[in-house]
Antibody, heavy 115, light 110 residues
Framework: EVQLVESGGGLVKPGESLRVSCAASGFSFSDAWMSWVRQSPGKGLEWVGR??????????DYTAAVKDRFIISRDDSKGTVFLQMNRLKTEDTAVYYC??????WGQGTLVVVSS | QSVLTQPPSASGTPGQGVNISCSGG????????VYWYQQLPGMAPKLLIY???QRPSGVPDRFSGSKSGTSASLAIGGLRSEDESDFYC???????????FGPGTKVTVL
């Protein structure tokens, strides 16, 4: 059974950094492209970015709103994908979901950016 | 402001059919696959349709997807009360190098 479990969310102040993680199991993680999608309270879904498999270069793509502030990385030995969020803004407040193969989603982790 | 356009709401009575449109452009829907997601309140999104019209196992055939040019549609047949939720279309956008979601359509079962 595919499982994606996010962790690391919390309350941070504007300008601070936070790293959230997603632990994956039940599929061949090293072959999978992993994505992050967020949802601000009461709003729609927003794709944050993705990291390809190492065999595809492990390259990353990001939505314009987070480019140069967020970094996605992966540790295939631990089956985990990370989202490093820097210079956080209040508008980054959202539930952050980890997802793969378009079909599998975690339960999400809430990040609140507030002074 | 999303590059994909969806109506904010749609509704029908139990047993009726509902269609949700998703309009984009050549850089997204026109040249890439369309995906449809259902999101129940407080839950993670669930994939309903992938690659324009394919259904993952377990998704009832009441849900069907289609695509023509730069537009796509999700049809829900035989509406049920449990279908009351938000529906999102999505596609890769080659110009933005980003996966884009539509703003979502809230379906109400009257």
């Amino acid at each position: 059974e595919v499982q994606l479990v996010e962790s690391g969310g919390g309350l941070v102040k504007p300008g601070e950094s936070l790293r959230v993680s997603c632990a994956a199991s039940g599929f061949s993680f090293s072959d999978a492209w992993m994505s992050w999608v967020r949802q601000s309270p009461g709003k729609g879904l927003e794709w944050v970015g993705r990291i390809k498999a190492k065999t595809d270069g492990a390259t990353t793509d990001y939505t314009a709103a987070v480019k140069d502030r967020f970094i996605i990385s992966r540790d295939d030995s631990k089956g985990t994908v990370f989202l490093q969020m820097n210079r956080l803004k209040t508008e980054d407040t959202a539930v952050y979901y980890c997802t793969t193969k378009f079909n599998y989603w975690g339960q999400g982790t809430l990040v609140v950016v507030s002074s | 402001q999303s590059v994909l356009t969806q109506p904010p709401s749609a509704s029908g009575t139990p047993g009726q059919g509902v269609n949700i449109s998703c309009s984009g452009g050549s850089s997204n829907i026109g040249n890439n696959y369309v995906y449809w997601y259902q999101q129940l309140p407080g839950m993670a999104p669930k994939l309903l349709i992938y690659r324009n019209y394919q259904r993952p196992s377990g998704v009832p055939d009441r849900f069907s997807g289609s695509k023509s040019g730069t537009s796509a549609s999700l049809a829900i047949g035989g509406l049920r009360s449990e279908d009351e939720s938000d529906f999102y279309c999505a596609a890769w956008d080659g110009s933005l190098s980003a996966f884009v979601f539509g703003p979502g359509t809230k379906v109400t079962v009257l």
